[in-house]
């Protein structure tokens, strides 16, 4: 047989091998695009994993300070709720670096924004293990802040460029959750590490694991996205355009208690709660991760919560927060009672904060690109102002704090009510006529 007639008789078998396993119904599979397409789902992976935990550590620092508050007060000889300007420090410079460092991560790149942002927080955590008084441990929480934020805003602008718009509102929600699981697991790992080697080796452990966690996300994430010049401007636009309107303005009301609640009632509990609870590293760790359950069950039942309605869903959820707050006045003093009641609280705010974010998406309209951003902003700054209540309100003690963050907590599920009152009206009245 001539080559060009074997070569004809291998391509005829080979047709004829593809058509049998065709119609045996396996699928015939390109066995160098499975090779290409392989690696980077790794790498995609990788990059997910990678950018989760990072995200983790560096929200955590926020909550960090809680449970070293009295160390903090003690060492610095202030009183036991000054340190709680800590998280205000933090929470403000997080908010405002966070608006401006889109714009930085389109001109940069938002890779090495993101590298730049935590190693700056990683020198704010180190120097703070160092501090010794509170104006200069606000001083390195505000250099903390500004690298968390920054990089918060490249990892979006990351994101965005990267997922389909269809995908856009599920990774909305999960990006949200996660900032729900830091403020859970943020205290509780700062627990045993003040148990371990006090709290200077929180916030020393806390920028080693920044930076090893920077580097991973620096190894793994693709290169760097440049993009418009310009988008400062527009999302202050949008965002400005949101803050108007009437619905999307109460809403955001609506989401400062959500973090806030969380943080104000973690540094009440700290600073005011039964010392026999609070003084017990084994007792407190094991109540603040008990919290940690809830989120993960939410998490996983994020598909069907997605389906029903946000505005109600996020009523309810802040109802139940604002319960699980006020319960804390007579059932506090029993470290079973604290546990459920602090599970339920994380319950609702898991719940909630993911919802309001969809509320928000549907009521944007066309200025929609800036909702995660504005939610974003509205968490934080209610994590970093409402533990400020702790102060003024500490001579009355615990009760008096919790209640005051369970009615903030009941105003937030009443404005959502009315939003969703104001949306159904237009159609209740076109149905009438």
Known sequence: MSSSGAQDANNTASTANAAGADDAGAPVVDETEAVAVAPSWERRRRAIAAMVVTSVLVAGQLYAVIPVLAELARDWKVPPTAPASLITSFGLVCAVAFVLGGSAARRLGTRPVITLALAALAFGGAALAAATSLAAGEAFRIVQGAGAGFFFAAVLTHLRDRVDPGQWPGTARRAVLTL????????????????????????????????????????VLGRAVHGPRGVLRTTLRQTGTLLVRPRTALLCLAALPVFGGMAAVGVALEALGPTALTADTDTMFAVR??????????????????????????????????????????????????????????????????????????????????????????????????????????????????????VLELVAAGLVIAVDQRRRAPADRTSAD
């Open 289 to 406: 991760a008990s919290a940690a359950i809830p989120v993960v069950v939410v998490a996983a039942a994020d598909h069907f919560l997605r389906r029903l309605r946000a505005l109600r869903l996020a009523a309810l959820a802040l109802a139940v927060t604002a319960a699980a707050t006020a319960g804390l006045w007579a059932g506090g003093g029993s470290a079973g009672a604290l546990a459920a009641l602090l599970a339920t609280a994380a319950l609702g705010v898991a719940v909630a904060a993911p919802a309001l974010v969809d509320a928000l998406d549907a009521a944007a309209g066309t200025a929609r690109d800036s909702v995660l951003s504005l939610s974003f902003v509205a968490f934080v700054l209610g994590a970093g102002f409402f533990p400020r209540l702790v102060a003024p309100l500490a001579g009355s003690g615990l009760s008096a704090v919790v209640v005051v963050v369970a």
């Open 180 to 219: 729900v699981g830091a403020a859970v697991a943020g205290p509780a790992l700062a627990e045993v590490v003040a148990g371990l080697v006090g709290w200077r080796g929180v916030f020393g452990v806390g920028a080693v694991a920044v930076v090893w966690s920077g580097a991973w996300l620096h190894l």
